[in-house]
């Protein structure tokens, strides 16, 4: 069974960076069928995209959050990465993992990692 | 970028009761919409992709049909623990997701 398990600091101070990893287990990040996203949500708000990677490192951006998001993959270790520059309070969320499957739909999810932007 | 839009925001229902979500995007996305299910404090969990195949062990009970820009989700006998926020999502372009349904009692 395919696990995604999200890790990192769960409090970041404003202007510095957010780095979280996702942890893929029980499959392959490798397989050329899946992308792997990152998907947040702001306390008691709907769900946001961040972006997408495959394997190989092609990504793909939302437009709104391009200019300070980066999503990297080590194949070596299953896992992948988000990164957000210049952190505002407006970061805060719970920020999830997940594959996405068939249509591009987002299959299986980690449990999601609290992420609070304060000093 | 594609917007999505969902009506209603918000619905009580009983259980038993048929229950239909819908969303609609700004542009044709053909199928290429998936549905939702989020409870508090827990991930989404996928019902529908293809804007009608059922996802592996999702009650029949749900159902989703559509094309183009007109998508509806459909519950036909609201259970107890359905009670939830509801998303679409389109992944015609990049992805979005609908503002999200609450179904409460």
């Known amino acids: 069974q395919l696990q995604l398990q999200e890790s990192g600091p769960g409090l970041v101070k404003p202007s510095e960076t957010l780095s979280l990893i996702c942890t893929v287990s029980?499959?392959?990040?490798?397989?050329?069928?899946?992308?792997w996203g990152w998907i947040r949500q702001p306390p008691g708000k709907g769900l946001e995209w961040i972006g997408s990677?495959?394997?190989?490192?092609?990504?793909y951006y939302s437009p709104s959050l391009k200019s300070r998001v980066t999503i990297s993959v080590d194949t070596s270790k299953n896992q992948f990465f988000l990164k957000v520059n210049s952190v505002t309070a407006a970061d805060t969320a719970v920020y999830y993992c997940a594959r996405l499957g068939h249509s591009r739909s987002l299959d299986y999810w980690g449990q999601g990692s609290l992420v609070t932007v304060s000093s | 970028d594609i917007q999505m839009t969902q009506s209603p925001s918000s619905l009580s229902a009983s259980v038993g009761d048929r229950v239909t979500i819908t969303c609609r995007a700004s542009?044709?996305?053909?199928?290429?919409l998936n549905w939702y299910q989020q409870k508090p404090g827990k991930a989404p969990t996928l019902l529908i992709f293809a804007a009608s195949s059922l996802q592996s062990g999702v009650p029949s009970r749900f159902s989703g049909s559509g094309s183009g820009t007109d998508f509806t989700l459909t519950i036909s006998s609201l259970q107890p623990e359905d009670f939830a926020t509801y998303y679409c999502q389109q992944s015609f372009s990049r992805v979005t997701f609908g503002p999200g349904t609450k179904v409460d009692i």
């Open positions: 990677i495959y394997y190989s490192g092609s990504t």
């Open positions: 542009q044709s996305i053909s199928t290429f």
């Open positions: 029980g499959g392959s990040i490798t397989s050329s069928d899946y992308q």
